[in-house]
């Protein structure tokens, strides 16, 4: 790309799962792309380090950004991974209830997930349960037959092909640290000072999306986010765990709570658990499995503690502090920050994955 100048109608900085899928929703409506990407490849920030759960869209605030495109998202996923042949499983989840005071707690999951459309969801007594999950210990339990999961890296690379094969450009390695906003839209610098001119900016770098707008020239400070770190560790089980649907508890103030979730190879795995961190590290912790334990026996008494050792971690990003953050998704655009064709988007935590295709086609039919 050196020394010359390119107009694309929009840059999507940041190839993680939603970056990829917003690049391929636009170049799907014929404009011109460029997707850029700082690592060597694509989905090795937050895509690549989760649950790889489709969720079903049960928890979130009815009119939330996250319910929303969450139902939408997860029937676009199942779909795309039917049409594109990706692997996925929709394996059932229960949500338990191990506890008479979580009785309240249960109904208002249940209803709430009503209120967003999930009509399949169905309240389990003790003997349901247990004719499903005969070593799960609860009074009772949510059977949510919809969520299941998903090869999210071979999905990722399919969005990658399918953009390229629509013209789309991706280039990795690639950081810009200059976004200049004209009349014309904005120019913006590569590391090789080479100047590229697009109509339309979108701020995708999960984890980096506040850094990122330190970056943009005039972007009126008062609107730049507070991104905290919230880090989840998984933690492997060295027998076979025997489960063959996803097992959660009621969800805590923080998240879902330590759940239990198999990948397409059957292989389980707990958490993630939280942790609120000040840098992007993914360090494993020893420690941490005590308390982990004590999660995963409320569900599952017969679970040996010597068994369990960490794995890997992911780290969530939340606007604003550990004492008070903002539990939705934030689309911030120009009636927020008052500079045509940029959108940042913060907060793009679970259920991201599941919502990825719906956040796409929202933003490509509402900021054309
Ligand atoms: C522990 C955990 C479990 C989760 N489980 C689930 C789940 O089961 N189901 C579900 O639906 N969702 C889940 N999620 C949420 C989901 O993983 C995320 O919402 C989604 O992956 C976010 O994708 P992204 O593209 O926004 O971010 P990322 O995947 O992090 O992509 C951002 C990209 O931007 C790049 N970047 C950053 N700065 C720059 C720059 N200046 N220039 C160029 N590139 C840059 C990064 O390198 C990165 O590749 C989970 C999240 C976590 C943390």
């Given at each position: 790309?050196?020394?010359?100048?390119?107009?694309?109608?929009?840059?999507?900085?940041?190839?993680?799962?939603?970056?990829?899928?917003?690049?391929?929703?636009?170049?799907?409506?014929?404009?011109?792309?460029?997707?850029?990407?700082?690592?060597?490849?694509?989905?090795?920030?937050?895509?690549?380090?989760?649950?790889?759960?489709?969720?079903?869209?049960?928890?979130?605030?009815?009119?939330?950004?996250?319910?929303?495109?969450?139902?939408?998202?997860?029937?676009?996923?199942?779909?795309?991974?039917?049409?594109?042949?990706?692997?996925?499983?929709?394996?059932?989840?229960?949500?338990?209830?191990?506890?008479?005071?979580?009785?309240?707690?249960?109904?208002?999951?249940?209803?709430?997930?009503?209120?967003?459309?999930?009509?399949?969801?169905?309240?389990?007594?003790?003997?349901?349960?247990?004719?499903?999950?005969?070593?799960?210990?609860g009074l009772n339990a949510i059977w949510s037959p919809n969520t299941?999961?998903?090869?999210?890296?071979?999905?990722?690379?399919?969005?990658?092909?399918?953009?390229?094969?629509?013209?789309?450009?991706?280039?990795?390695?690639?950081?810009?640290?200059?976004?200049?906003?004209?009349?014309?839209?904005?120019?913006?610098?590569?590391?090789?000072?080479?100047?590229?001119?697009?109509?339309?900016?979108?701020?995708?770098?999960?984890?980096?999306?506040?850094?990122?707008?330190?970056?943009?020239?005039?972007?009126?400070?008062?609107?730049?986010?507070?991104?905290?770190?919230?880090?989840?560790?998984?933690?492997?089980?060295?027998?076979?765990?025997?489960?063959?649907?996803?097992?959660?508890?009621?969800?805590?103030?923080?998240?879902?709570?330590?759940?239990?979730?198999?990948?397409?190879?059957?292989?389980?795995?707990?958490?993630?658990?939280?942790?609120?961190?000040?840098?992007?590290?993914?360090?494993?912790?020893?420690?941490?499995?005590?308390?982990?334990?004590?999660?995963?026996?409320?569900?599952?008494?017969?679970?040996?503690?010597?068994?369990?050792?960490?794995?890997?971690?992911?780290?969530?990003?939340?606007?604003?502090?550990?004492?008070?953050?903002?539990?939705?998704?934030?689309?911030?655009?120009?009636?927020?920050?008052?500079?045509?064709?940029?959108?940042?988007?913060?907060?793009?935590?679970s259920p991201g994955l599941t919502s990825a295709l719906a956040l796409?086609?929202?933003?490509?039919?509402?900021?054309?």
């Amino acid at each position: 790309m050196k020394s010359e100048k390119y107009d694309f109608d929009l840059i999507v900085i940041g190839a993680g799962m939603i970056g990829i899928a917003i690049s391929l929703a636009y170049s799907k409506k014929g404009l011109k792309v460029l997707l850029v990407e700082k690592n060597s490849s694509f989905g090795t920030g937050i895509s690549s380090r989760n649950s790889e759960v489709i969720h079903a869209g049960i928890y979130y605030p009815k009119d939330s950004l996250k319910a929303k495109f969450c139902r939408r998202g997860m029937k676009l996923l199942y779909d795309y991974c039917k049409q594109k042949r990706i692997a996925n499983k929709k394996v059932g989840k229960l949500i338990v209830q191990t506890s008479s005071c979580q009785e309240n707690k249960l109904r208002e999951i249940y209803k709430n997930g009503l209120a967003n459309g999930c009509n399949e969801l169905r309240v389990l007594d003790q003997n349901d349960l247990n004719k499903l999950e005969p070593e799960v210990k609860g009074l009772n339990a949510i059977w949510s037959p919809n969520t299941g999961i998903v090869d999210s890296h071979s999905c990722m690379e399919t969005m990658i092909l399918e953009f390229e094969k629509e013209d789309g450009i991706v280039v990795f390695n690639e950081f810009l640290s200059n976004i200049d906003p004209t009349n014309a839209g904005m120019e913006c610098s590569l590391s090789d000072s080479t100047i590229i001119r697009t109509k339309k900016l979108i701020n995708s770098t999960g984890l980096q999306s506040a850094l990122l707008t330190h970056c943009i020239k005039g972007f009126p400070k008062e609107k730049i986010m507070q991104i905290s770190l919230c880090k989840g560790t998984y933690f492997g089980y060295s027998k076979p765990v025997p489960f063959s649907h996803l097992v959660y508890p009621i969800p805590n103030k923080e998240g879902l709570g330590i759940h239990y979730t198999l990948d397409l190879n059957s292989e389980g795995r707990f958490g993630p658990d939280t942790e609120w961190v000040h840098n992007e590290n993914y360090d494993l912790n020893e420690a941490r499995t005590e308390q982990a334990f004590i999660e995963i026996r409320k569900y599952w008494p017969k679970c040996d503690p010597s068994k369990l050792r960490p794995i890997y971690s992911g780290i969530r990003p939340k606007i604003g502090t550990k004492n008070k953050f903002h539990k939705d998704f934030m689309i911030q655009s120009s009636e927020q920050h008052n500079i045509p064709g940029l959108i940042n988007l913060f907060g793009i935590d679970s259920p991201g994955l599941t919502s990825a295709l719906a956040l796409a086609e929202y933003l490509s039919d509402h900021y054309i």
